[in-house]
């Protein structure tokens, strides 16, 4: 599913008017798009939360691998992607589409049972047939039993719970949401992160703490509104322990 990060907190961005010129400036870009390739087998899916938490861990994995940085292989489209909109796209494979997948350069994030492949940006008209090929719809998943609560140490990206999407919209949600958590974080909170293995929870927020949530000073996700659901709506805040630890007390 086609999802595009529109807003929300950017780094150097104190203010509405230059997120609005940073907004411009993303929209003038040349458009890449982050594929995300999830493995769904018709006898034996991925729970959804699984899929979703895979999904967002995905995306840090590639932005913290070396590859991405520095002069590394993929670090110019990284760079270029990352100047633009943060689109990202989740397609779905099985059998041997998967194994097709799985033989482009790219990273494979495993979790309880889903397994996500995620590979370097590339221009949107720009897609491997290997990839292109694939199906965007038939990503709908479920849980067979309630997720627990997130552990109360662990960064949570809380979705907004008055919005029906699709797993596979949720998926590249998830993932928008881990992207502005990392851009936010110092490298030290990084390094951290990473090294713990990206540990992070993806939840339905209550109805009654998604508008608190929201105005919390996190990071929001708003979509572009190019599928399923308005533009401008927010989908996902980013709570992770060490962004909410730095926002100002509140009266």
Same mark, same amino acid.
């Given at each position: ?16 008017? %230059? ?43 590639? &932005? ?66 290997? &990839?292109?090929? &694939? ?55 990084? %390094? %951290? ?59």
């Amino acid at each position: 599913m086609t999802s595009t990060e529109t807003a929300g907190q950017q780094p150097g961005n104190s203010s509405a008017s %230059a997120f609005t010129q940073a907004a411009n400036d993303r929209d003038a870009a040349p458009q890449f798009v982050l594929p995300l390739v999830a493995r769904i087998e018709k006898a034996d899916p991925p729970a959804r939360t699984d899929a979703l938490e895979t999904a967002a861990r995905a995306v840090l994995v590639l &932005l913290s691998d070396e590859r991405s940085a520095g002069d590394g292989e993929w670090a110019a489209a990284v760079r270029d992607w990352q100047d633009a909109r943060i689109r990202k796209v989740v397609r779905r494979a099985r059998g041997a589409e998967w194994r097709r997948a799985g033989a482009l350069p790219g990273i494979t994030v495993t979790g309880a049972r889903a397994e996500v492949r995620v590979f370097p940006p590339v221009p949107l008209d720009g897609w491997p047939k290997e &990839l292109a090929r &694939l199906q965007v719809s038939g990503t709908e998943l479920d849980d067979p039993e309630p997720p627990g609560a997130p552990a109360p140490d662990r960064p949570v990206l809380w979705l907004n719970p008055g919005l029906e999407m699709s797993a596979g919209k949720e998926m590249a949600q998830a993932g928008h949401a881990a992207h502005l958590a990392w851009w936010e974080l110092s490298g030290v909170e990084r %390094a %951290a992160w990473r090294a713990a293995g990206f540990p992070l929870s993806v939840r339905s927020a209550a109805a009654a703490e998604w508008e608190t949530l929201t105005r919390s000073g996190l990071p929001v996700v708003q979509d572009a509104g190019f599928t399923e659901i308005a533009p401008g709506s927010c989908t996902v805040v980013a709570d992770h322990p060490a962004l909410r630890g730095a926002l100002p007390p509140t009266g």
